[in-house]
């Protein structure tokens, strides 16, 4: 499925928790022999999606080859880490016949989608397709506003802001540069207020961008690979069209690389800066209610993003993994897996790391 003799590669980008390993797990499975790649990018010191993946026991994970780049920001580290890497897997004697890259949900996809304009990718490589997910529930309950006008009051109220926060200009970012919106997490909102977070979406992508909903990312893989659109010529269109201030001080720069390695988003303000991630290690708890109950509280605390990891539960010999997004906490035994218990919390710089190691029975963290 090359397009011309260039290999498509699939951009999956979207919020923390919104849905992006679930939606790639469901692709990898029915893809029907073919040979993807798979590229993640976790923010963070655990690569923690890609081990999941990698222990994949699933005989029709069909991921030919995952590849992790744990040393943070996509956006930062394109040259250092992204770039090599895509010519680690294009140089290979039976290359991959279609590229999925899950971004970490922290990262900007448009530097990505610019690193396709390298020299050394360009004549080889091309996107298939920028794929957004959102968690439909969460905006159904309005926990990220995309409500320009509800925006622009919050921050009149309040003086400390004196920008719009990157989380609001990052979620804007993922949704200006989609070719394909997922609206998944449809499950668990009402078809009402999904037709209402579909009508606030679609004001905020670019017209021929499709929007379509979902349960844990399930989708027909064409409906997510052989889009064709070639964003990486198309960088124009998929800028922000709310235009912050911060652009406008620095203009739009959407020249192709020239080989020199500077980091094109310099005229971004680095978003992940206003996120961290520990890994802590905890303690066995008495049993997985119990633990639950605790990431629950956690994930409550002022900050807190994301929990995810693997926790040792009493008299149980499997590891109890738990995904935690907003109000919701996933959890279940992997046989297996390996048992030491860890977890990763993603948050906004700032948060309050002792009350969280508290809750959690964290002494320390992980080097
Ligand atoms: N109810 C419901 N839960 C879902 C759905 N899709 C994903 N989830 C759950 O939401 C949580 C987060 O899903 P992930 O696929 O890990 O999300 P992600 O976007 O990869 O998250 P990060 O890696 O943190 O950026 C997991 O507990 C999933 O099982 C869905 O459609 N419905």
């Given at each position: 499925?090359?397009?011309?003799?260039?290999?498509?590669?699939?951009?999956?980008?979207?919020?923390?928790?919104?849905?992006?390993?679930?939606?790639?797990?469901?692709?990898?499975?029915?893809?029907?022999?073919?040979?993807?790649?798979?590229?993640?990018?976790?923010?963070?010191?655990?690569?923690?999606?890609?081990?999941?993946?990698?222990?994949?026991?699933?005989?029709?994970?069909?991921?030919?080859?995952?590849?992790?780049?744990?040393?943070?920001?996509?956006?930062?580290?394109?040259?250092?880490?992204?770039?090599?890497?895509?010519?680690?897997?294009?140089?290979?004697?039976?290359?991959?016949?279609?590229?999925?890259?899950?971004?970490?949900?922290?990262?900007?996809?448009?530097?990505?989608?610019?690193?396709?304009?390298?020299?050394?990718?360009?004549?080889?490589?091309?996107?298939?397709?920028?794929?957004?997910?959102?968690?439909?529930?969460?905006?159904?309950?309005?926990?990220?506003?995309?409500?320009?006008?509800?925006?622009?009051?919050?921050?009149?109220?309040?003086?400390?802001?004196?920008?719009?926060?990157?989380?609001?200009?990052?979620?804007?970012?993922?949704?200006?540069?989609?070719?394909?919106?997922?609206?998944?997490?449809?499950?668990?909102?009402?078809?009402?207020?999904?037709?209402?977070?579909?009508?606030?979406?679609?004001?905020?992508?670019?017209?021929?961008?499709?929007?379509?909903?979902?349960?844990?990312?399930?989708?027909?893989?064409?409906?997510?690979?052989?889009?064709?659109?070639?964003?990486?010529?198309?960088?124009?269109?998929?800028?922000?069209?709310?235009?912050?201030?911060?652009?406008?001080?620095?203009?739009?720069?959407?020249?192709?690389?020239?080989?020199?390695?500077?980091?094109?988003?310099?005229?971004?303000?680095?978003?992940?800066?206003?996120?961290?991630?520990?890994?802590?290690?905890?303690?066995?708890?008495?049993?997985?209610?119990?633990?639950?109950?605790?990431?629950?509280?956690?994930?409550?605390?002022?900050?807190?993003?994301?929990?995810?990891?693997?926790?040792?539960?009493?008299?149980?010999?499997?590891?109890?993994?738990?995904?935690?997004?907003?109000?919701?906490?996933?959890?279940?035994?992997?046989?297996?897996?390996?048992?030491?218990?860890?977890?990763?919390?993603?948050?906004?710089k700032g948060l309050d790391l002792e009350d969280v190691k508290t809750l959690l029975g964290s002494t320390a963290e992980a080097a």
């Amino acid at each position: 499925m090359t397009i011309g003799q260039k290999i498509p590669a699939t951009i999956v980008t979207g919020f923390l928790g919104a849905g992006k390993t679930t939606l790639i797990r469901n692709l990898l499975k029915n893809a029907d022999g073919r040979r993807i790649a798979l590229i993640v990018n976790e923010f963070g010191d655990m690569g923690f999606d890609g081990s999941l993946m990698n222990g994949c026991a699933d005989p029709d994970c069909a991921a030919e080859e995952v590849v992790e780049l744990t040393n943070g920001c996509i956006c930062c580290t394109v040259a250092d880490d992204f770039l090599p890497t895509m010519e680690m897997l294009l140089a290979r004697d039976n290359p991959p016949e279609h590229i999925v890259i899950e971004t970490s949900g922290l990262a900007l996809p448009q530097p990505l989608v610019r690193a396709f304009s390298w020299p050394s990718v360009k004549t080889k490589v091309t996107v298939d397709g920028v794929v957004t997910v959102l968690d439909a529930a969460a905006l159904a309950e309005g926990r990220i506003a995309l409500d320009e006008a509800a925006l622009e009051a919050q921050r009149a109220a309040d003086d400390a802001l004196d920008h719009e926060s990157p989380v609001e200009e990052l979620f804007h970012d993922q949704l200006t540069c989609a070719d394909l919106v997922v609206l998944n997490k449809a499950d668990l909102i009402s078809s009402d207020a999904l037709a209402k977070v579909r009508a606030k979406i679609s004001a905020d992508v670019r017209d021929s961008v499709h929007i379509v909903s979902s349960e844990k990312g399930t989708l027909p893989i064409e409906v997510l690979l052989g889009r064709q659109s070639a964003a990486e010529h198309d960088m124009a269109a998929r800028h922000e069209h709310h235009h912050h201030d911060h652009d406008d001080d620095h203009g739009h720069d959407e020249h192709e690389h020239d080989g020199d390695h500077d980091h094109d988003d310099e005229h971004h303000h680095h978003h992940h800066d206003d996120f961290e991630s520990h890994v802590l290690p905890v303690s066995a708890f008495a049993s997985l209610k119990a633990a639950e109950a605790k990431v629950l509280e956690a994930m409550a605390l002022k900050g807190v993003l994301r929990i995810k990891g693997a926790l040792v539960i009493d008299g149980k010999a499997a590891p109890a993994m738990v995904q935690a997004v907003g109000p919701r906490v996933e959890t279940w035994f992997a046989a297996g897996a390996e048992s030491s218990g860890r977890l990763v919390v993603i948050g906004l710089k700032g948060l309050d790391l002792e009350d969280v190691k508290t809750l959690l029975g964290s002494t320390a963290e992980a080097a």
